[in-house]
T-cell receptor, first 109, second 116 residues
Framework: KNEVEQSPQNLTAQEGEFITINCSYSVGISALHWLQQHPGGGIVSLFMLSSGKKKHGRLIATINIQEKHSSLHITASHPRDSAVYICAVGAGANSKLTFGKGITLSVRP | GAVVSQHPSWVICKSGTSVKIECRSLDFQATTMFWYRQFPKQSLMLMATSNEGSKATYEQGVEKDKFLINHASLTLSTLTVTSAHPEDSSFYIC????????????FGSGTRLTVV
C-alpha cells in the first residue's frame, strides 16, 4: 500500500463545475503539500498545510490530521485548471517529501 | 515569492557525454535542495538531498558517481549526469527549502534530458 493515496486517478469535468480531489496518507506528517504540474512539466506549489483550511483564489485545501486526509477543491473550474495535481507529505522541516501518484484533471470548455 | 530557476529546460546529448543541470534560488537562500527524476506517467522519485556545504545524501539505488550533486553555495545547486546513457533520459526537477522553512518547498521548472 502506498503511503500517499490519491483519488480519483483521473478526472474529467465540465467548465464551471466544482471539483474535489482527495488525498489520504498513512504516515505521520508535519505538513501536506498540494502541487500542480502542467504538461510542460513545471511544478507549482499550491498549498502547504499542517492543519485546517487554506484558500487561494478558486482553490481551497483542507486537512484532517486525525483522519489523515486532505482535499483540494476547485470552484468554478476552467480549462486552464487542466493539469496533474499531486499530494505530497513531509515528516518535518527540510525533510524529503513522499508523493502521491497524482491525478490528471481535464476540464472541458 | 520564492523562485527557483532551473536550466536548461531541455537538453539533448550524445551517449557517453556529461550534462550539468543548474538550480538557482533567486530571492532566498536554499539550505536544502532535493533532486528528483520523473519518468512519463510516473510520480516524482527522489534521487538525492543536498545541504549547502555538505555531501549529498543519495537514495537507495541512485549511483552517486553517475549523478554528481554539488551544493557549494546557498543559491546554487547542480546535478551532473556523467557518461549519460539513453536510459538516463528523463525529466529532472529540483526543489529547494529556504532558511525560512515556513515557506515550504519551491520547485524548479524542470529539465527534459534526452540521451541519443
Amino acid at each position: 500500500k502506498n503511503e500517499v493515496e490519491q483519488s480519483p486517478q483521473n478526472l474529467t469535468a465540465q467548465e464551471g463545475e466544482f471539483i474535489t480531489i482527495n488525498c489520504s496518507y498513512s504516515v505521520g506528517i508535519s505538513a501536506l503539500h498540494w502541487l500542480q504540474q502542467h504538461p510542460g512539466g513545471g511544478i507549482v506549489s499550491l498549498f502547504m498545510l499542517s492543519s485546517g483550511k487554506k484558500k487561494h483564489g478558486r482553490l481551497i485545501a483542507t486537512i484532517n490530521i486525525q483522519e489523515k486526509h486532505s482535499s483540494l477543491h476547485i470552484t468554478a473550474s476552467h480549462p486552464r485548471d487542466s493539469a496533474v495535481y499531486i499530494c505530497a507529505v513531509g515528516a518535518g522541516a527540510n525533510s524529503k517529501l513522499t508523493f502521491g501518484k497524482g491525478i490528471t484533471l481535464s476540464v472541458r470548455p | 515569492g520564492a523562485v527557483v530557476s532551473q536550466h536548461p529546460s531541455w537538453v539533448i546529448c550524445k551517449s557517453g557525454t556529461s550534462v550539468k543541470i543548474e538550480c538557482r534560488s533567486l530571492d532566498f537562500q536554499a539550505t536544502t535542495m532535493f533532486w528528483y527524476r520523473q519518468f512519463p506517467k510516473q510520480s516524482l522519485m527522489l534521487m538525492a538531498t543536498s545541504n549547502e556545504g555538505s555531501k549529498a545524501t543519495y537514495e537507495q539505488g541512485v549511483e552517486k558517481d553517475k549523478f554528481l550533486i554539488n551544493h557549494a553555495s546557498l543559491t546554487l545547486s547542480t546535478l551532473t549526469v556523467t557518461s549519460a546513457h539513453p536510459e538516463d533520459s528523463s525529466f529532472y526537477i529540483c526543489s529547494a527549502v529556504g532558511q525560512d522553512k515556513s515557506y515550504g518547498y519551491t520547485f524548479g521548472s524542470g529539465t527534459r534530458l534526452t540521451v541519443v
